[in-house]
């Protein structure tokens, strides 16, 4: 079957870094999203990962594993407007996205 | 810049009343996504379009249609609105498979009485 897990909730401090993790079995893979999306607001996509390995886009960092199934995203040098929910997603060969339940992630001063 | 624009903004139905929910991408997109989003879950897929004319059944089909009558606008279809149908839609647009950027409108709350 297909499943995205997400940890509901992560705790970061400002100036710091935060890892939101994304687990995933699914019957296809063609690539996993990354959106972010504050309340109330529409999602917004940040970054697409198709390779393993680390994919820097600076500010945001993705990391993919296809054979442990596993992808992270990892923000640094977090600011509190960092604060939202954070949604992966895995995109199968049928065309569309699966996403998890996302990760909202709260920036302390 | 990419521009998807939902329908009613907020929308207040009657059990068994007809719902239309309505999207307009100005991206020129080939494909078009209906999800709904509950309080503290992700997106899921309702219906989607791969163009004009076409509609697909996503994860959670039942108790919608779908209608794809020119490349910008898809609708959303509720014929026989219900409680559990209380939730928040999003119309998204996106230029190739999943994976390609989506770009998402900026919702409908529809609360079904």
């Known amino acids: 079957g297909q499943g995205v897990e997400q940890p509901a909730k992560l705790m970061s401090v400002e100036g710091t870094f935060a890892r939101v993790n994304c687990t995933y079995s699914t019957s296809g893979f063609n690539g996993l999203s990354w959106y972010q999306q504050r309340e109330g607001q529409a999602p917004v996509f940040l970054s697409y990962?198709?390779?393993?390995g680390l994919k820097d886009s600076g500010h945001f960092s993705t990391f993919l594993s296809r054979s442990n199934g596993y992808s992270y995203l990892l923000l640094t040098e977090l600011q509190i407007k960092d604060s939202a929910s954070y949604l992966c997603a895995v995109d199968t060969n049928t065309g569309k996205l699966t996403f998890g339940d996302g990760t909202v992630l709260t920036v302390k001063p | 810049e990419a521009a998807v624009t939902q329908s009613p903004r907020n929308k207040v139905a009657v059990t068994g009343g007809k719902v239309t929910l309505s999207c307009n991408q100005t991206?020129?997109?080939?494909?078009m996504y209906w999800y709904r989003q509950d309080t503290g879950h992700g997106l899921r897929l309702i219906h989607y379009s791969y163009g004009a004319g076409s509609t697909e059944k996503g994860d959670i089909p039942d108790g919608y249609k779908a209608s794809r009558p020119s490349q910008e606008n898809f609708s959303l279809i509720l014929e026989l609105a219900t409680p559990s149908q209380t939730s928040v839609y999003f119309c998204a647009s996106g230029s190739g498979t999943g994976g390609y950027e989506q770009y998402f409108g900026p919702g409908t709350r529809l609360t079904v009485l």
């Open positions: 991206n020129n997109h080939n494909n």
């Open positions: 990962v198709v390779l393993d």
